[in-house]
């Protein structure tokens, strides 16, 4: 199972990214589904999660500005963030669950990416 994140990069506060983590398997087979992101010094925080029944999940500090879905006929999680502020500069990741949950802590998924760099300034 491959998980390949894109679509990061260098944006503007108040800017706009979509980012995409394309899957080696079909997204309507994960149980659960998430993004998460890691800054220099701090640990991997849960952005979101989305669960096969549609079910999404935010952390607080997305405040109504990000939104997870998924393209099942690609194949593709996605997350289109909007009003970027500095404190969102990280590394984002995609991650994959067996479990139906809704959890943001990295524990309880087991599958990753690799990762994608944001970087708002």
């Known amino acids: 199972v491959q998980l390949v994140e894109s679509g990061g990069g260098s944006v503007q506060s108040g800017g706009s990214l979509r980012l995409s983590c394309a899957a080696s398997r079909y997204t309507s087979q994960y149980f659960c589904m998430a993004w998460f992101r890691q800054s220099p010094g701090k640990g991997r925080e849960g952005v979101a999660t989305?669960?096969?029944?549609?079910?999404?999940t935010y952390a607080d500090f997305v405040n109504g500005r990000f939104t997870i879905s998924k393209d099942n006929a690609e194949n593709a999680l996605l997350l289109q963030m909007r009003n970027l502020n500095s404190e969102d500069t990280a590394k984002y990741y995609c991650?994959?669950?067996?479990?139906?949950?809704?959890?943001?802590?990295?524990?309880?998924?087991?599958?990753w990416g690799q990762g994608t760099q944001v970087t708002v300034s």
């Open positions: 989305i669960r096969a029944d549609g079910r999404t």
């Open positions: 991650a994959a669950s067996p479990l139906f949950t809704s959890s943001l802590l990295s524990d309880a998924f087991t599958m």
